[in-house]
């Protein structure tokens, strides 16, 4: 058995056994140092996560454990769209892109994609047209937020993306474009670093400046938000063709092989002063391994980056399953340990983060058997 399969097949049996752990809950992140998630009543911005999982199991599976698990899932997020339960954020892509898009991508079920384009729609109320970006956080007007963006949301894009090859609506590609201009022009800094967030003046876009709200400090590049950068323009790219989303993607990449450590799984923010108490974060290096296969599969067969990009994905990905996994801890609910969620803010620092399952188990099984994530459509075989 190869290393990724001994992985899968572990992820496949923690899996299998939080189904029922969980119920009709959603997985966060744990708060013990790593052992039992928080769970939620499908109220975060990670529960998309949890979703994303189970369709990947069953995919890889064939499993139907896993298919009626993800159903019920998707089922919950019809509810939470009705409710409109916690959805006054960005984040709609995270939540509705892995459960109810996933499933129109697998099954073709209509009631399934009739959910995701609602969820697009509700995305799309979060466009600011004087200012001209998708407002990360909070309601219109906000006096701390109302100008904010963050890197993150590029993740979110390509529900909008979807939404315009589904129906032909120009508005949806027109935001998801826009938004990602405004995301390269001013979180990508000149040296390929990124900042997490930056501001504008909310009555005419006018920009203010860049700042954090996880890194170490403004003007420092937070690992993760780096990791979405990576993915969220490989991705813009795959939906537009437009080169400029994929020399952005690549820049990033490189700069985030660069600054990794000896064994290749990220700190949780490239300037922070590095000791033995540390904190990493499992889950960047999980998020960029997936994007970086994204990226692979996108660049041609001769590009000048394809060896350092190949290297750099079984590198950090071969570490994470020998060094992160909890492969050899059966009674534990993640799938990776050390992954941080909010180190300054002391929110769970060194524990298992949903999202850092999420994107390992994507990137694993696309390595094993080529099963791609959810964020667009591709020929499922």
Not at 64 to 84: G, H, I, M, Q
Not at 173 to 196: M, P
Not at 214 to 239: I, P
Not at 317 to 322: C, F, N
Request: proline fraction near 3%; aromatic fraction near 12%.
């Amino acid at each position: 058995m190869s290393l990724w399969q001994t992985a899968i097949e572990d992820a496949l049996a923690k899996t299998k056994r939080n189904i029922e752990r969980f119920g009709e809950r959603f997985p966060h992140v744990s708060t013990d140092g790593g052992k039992s998630y928080v769970l939620t009543n499908n109220d975060d911005w990670t529960d998309g996560f949890w979703s994303g999982m189970l369709w990947l199991c069953y995919e890889y599976s064939g499993d139907e454990a896993y298919r009626e698990a993800a159903v019920r899932t998707v089922a919950s997020f019809r509810e939470r769209l009705e409710a409109n339960r916690v959805l006054d954020h960005h984040d709609i892509g995270f939540l509705y892109s892995p459960s109810a898009k996933a499933q129109w991508i697998i099954e073709r079920d209509e009631e399934a994609r009739r959910l995701a384009l609602r969820a697009a729609d509700k995305l799309m109320a979060r466009w600011r047209e004087q200012g001209q970006y998708i407002q990360a956080w909070g309601p219109a007007g906000d006096p701390v937020n109302g100008g904010r963006i963050i890197i993150d949301c590029l993740m979110n894009l390509p529900l909008l993306h979807w939404a315009y090859e589904q129906t032909g609506e120009e508005r949806y590609r027109r935001t998801a474009v826009l938004h990602a201009d405004k995301s390269r022009r001013y979180l990508v800094r000149g040296d390929d670093s990124s900042y997490h967030t930056f501001h504008f003046k909310p009555e005419n876009g006018e920009p203010v400046g860049g700042d954090t709200a996880q890194g170490y400090t403004n003007g420092s590049t937070w690992t993760r938000g780096q990791a979405w950068g990576v993915y969220g323009f490989a991705l813009s790219y795959r939906y537009t063709r437009d080169a400029k989303y994929l020399e952005t993607s690549k820049r990033l990449a490189r700069f985030f092989l660069s600054h990794l450590p000896e064994d290749h799984v990220a700190y949780w923010d490239f300037d922070v002063p590095v000791d033995d108490a540390t904190y990493r974060d499992s889950s960047a290096s999980a998020i960029v391994s997936a994007g970086l296969l994204e990226l692979l599969d996108l660049i041609e067969r001769d590009d000048p980056d394809r060896a350092h990009f190949e290297e750099g994905v079984r590198r950090t990905m071969e570490s994470l399953v020998r060094n992160y996994a909890t492969i050899d801890k059966p009674d534990v609910d993640g799938l990776i340990s050390r992954g941080s969620y909010h180190v300054r803010g002391n929110s769970s620092p060194d524990d298992f983060v949903v999202w850092g399952d999420y994107f390992y188990l994507e990137a694993l099984v696309r390595l094993e058997k080529g099963i791609k994530g959810y964020w667009e459509e591709s020929d499922r075989g």
